[in-house]
């Protein structure tokens, strides 16, 4: 069983097609494009450099590979050629990812066939930041045919921080 399949139990049956096979489908190359955008805040901006989040940019090339260890999945990513790596791993209903020093409490749902998540809770470098100033995450994921659609989105104090949006489809 998935880590989607465990902590969305019977929602998951709900899911597009594309995205069932997105998470059953373990070790599988996806290939598609994403647009990313970052915040104007100078400090922001440097902050996001030091991190391995994806850099800002139209149309860039992006490869996803899900790959299932011991007790969690890693979620290997490149953009541009970038690696942007994560592991996430089930807490109850919730997921959690760790993404360089920073772990990030997941809540989701299942609507329509398409996956929302949300943050229930930010750490970095394993110490808790208070709510009223943890960034906020949000992602949405849905399927139009074959091809899965995501949309990331990371605020702070109500504003964007990064957000990036794209496709993957299954490689040839």
């Known amino acids: 069983m998935s880590l989607y399949q465990s902590v969305l139990g019977d929602a998951f049956a709900n899911l597009a097609p594309a995205l069932q096979a997105f ?37 860039i090339a992006l490869s996803f590979r899900l790959v299932p260890m011991r007790g969690y999945e890693c979620w290997e990513r490149h953009f541009a050629g970038r690696r942007a790596p994560s592991r996430q791993w089930a807490d109850g209903a919730h997921i959690i990812e760790l993404f360089g020093p920073g772990r990030i409490r997941l809540a989701q749902t299942v609507v329509n066939g398409e996956l929302a998540q949300w943050s229930r809770g930010v750490q970095l470098f394993g110490i808790p930041i208070p709510a009223a100033c943890a960034p906020t995450i949000n992602a949405r994921q849905w399927a139009v045919g074959p091809v899965q659609h995501f949309d990331v989105h990371m605020r702070l104090f109500g504003r964007t921080v990064l957000r990036y949006a794209g496709h993957l489809q299954p490689s040839a």
């Open 23 to 59: 998470y059953l489908q373990p070790g599988m190359l996806w290939q598609g494009v994403a647009d990313v955008y970052w915040t104007p805040n100078p400090l922001l901006r440097t902050l996001l450099r030091l991190t391995p989040l994806p850099r800002e940019g139209q149309r």
